[in-house]
């Protein structure tokens, strides 16, 4: 059944996930603050809202989809945006933001009476633009099965990973995965490089050997193993680095937080900074193999 949406947030990520819930038949009224990014939004078919209170509304869901926690949380808390929402509204944060954040979030909205689910996505923007993101959701069984035909209509899959804070955790935890794959690969490829060894070489091997992970294979850092990965067109994004530098940042804190001694995500979110500060800023996540040689020459 057609739903009534209120979106909020309509840059990247939320215009084409607005777009494909239009496409699937619901209502969506959006909201953003940059005026483009709203107009962009209702060229697509979304009706514009006044405020982020007004795309709530009347609506039976509201989703965000904002930059960081900060955003999410001056909205849920300060803003009256669960005033104007009608009791037992489910809203879905997809923004990608600290857990801590999002169990904070889920717990304003159900003080306020509503429903709340986490449900940050990967794919990047392709994936929001051909419907086909994954989503990991955290919160009740009930919210997420509500949440599902929305889910099915921006994403091609989702996992409801547990409780409040639970999709937050797993999107961190894989992307410090990532990260620290990535760095592992191009320190291998720069090793090998100094050892004489041709990438194509390494690539053959560790493809099909121990070695064997999506950094390498899917995203290899550099040209020619895999062609259709970033290194093949000069690092352009692709996963952009300053992405996975927001990413292994909220890893790092959380990591703080819990009191886990985990080196490697701690040192791939420094290292991660450092490139998304300089070469990486429009580069993809891939390219900190040329930071990795840079340092390294002698
Ligand atoms: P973006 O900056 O393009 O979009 C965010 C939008 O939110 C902007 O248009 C901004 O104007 C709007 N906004 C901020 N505060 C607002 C407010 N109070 N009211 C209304 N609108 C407000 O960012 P994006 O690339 O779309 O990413 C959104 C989220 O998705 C981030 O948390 C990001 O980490 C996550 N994410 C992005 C990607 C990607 O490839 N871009 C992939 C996975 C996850």
């Known amino acids: 059944t057609p739903l009534t ?93 600290d857990v801590a954040d999002a169990r904070a979030a ?29 989503f990991m959701a955290g919160g009740g069984e009930a919210e997420f099965t509500r949440a599902e035909p929305l889910l099915a209509a921006m994403g091609k899959k989702s996992v409801h990973c547990g409780g409040p804070g639970a999709g937050q955790a797993a999107k961190i935890c894989n992307n410090m995965i990532l990260g620290i794959s990535m760095i592992a690969v191009g320190e291998a490829f720069v090793l090998g490089e100094s050892l004489g060894l041709s990438h194509q070489a390494l690539f053959d091997v560790a493809s099909t050997s121990s070695g064997q992970c999506w950094a390498l294979t899917s995203n290899c850092p550099v040209p020619g193993p895999v062609p259709a ?40 979110a420094k290292r991660y900074a450092e490139y998304a500060a300089g070469a990486g800023a429009a580069e993809d996540f891939s390219g900190i193999i040329r930071m990795i040689r840079q340092q390294n020459e002698r």
């Open 106 to 134: 889920h717990e304003a909205a159900v003080e306020a009476g509503h429903l709340a689910l986490d449900a940050p996505v990967s794919g990047g923007v392709t994936g929001a633009e051909a419907g086909a993101l994954t």
């Open 5 to 97: 949406v209120g979106f909020i947030g309509l840059g990247h990520m939320g215009g084409p996930m607005a777009a494909n819930l239009v496409k699937a038949g619901h209502r969506v009224r959006g909201y953003d603050l940059v005026a483009e990014s709203l107009k962009t939004a209702v060229a697509a078919g979304v009706e514009p809202a006044a405020s982020a209170a007004d795309a709530a509304a009347g609506a039976d869901v509201v989703i965000t989809m904002l930059p960081a926690g900060r955003h999410v949380l001056a909205l849920y808390q300060d803003e009256g945006l669960l005033a104007a929402a009608a009791p037992g509204t489910l809203f879905i944060d997809c923004s990608t933001i």
């Open 229 to 268: 990965s970033p290194a093949n067109r000069d690092y352009r994004p692709g996963f952009a680095a300053p992405l996975m530098a927001k990413d292994l940042g909220l890893a790092a804190d959380a990591l703080r937080a819990s009191g886990i001694g985990s080196a490697f995500g701690i040192e791939a």
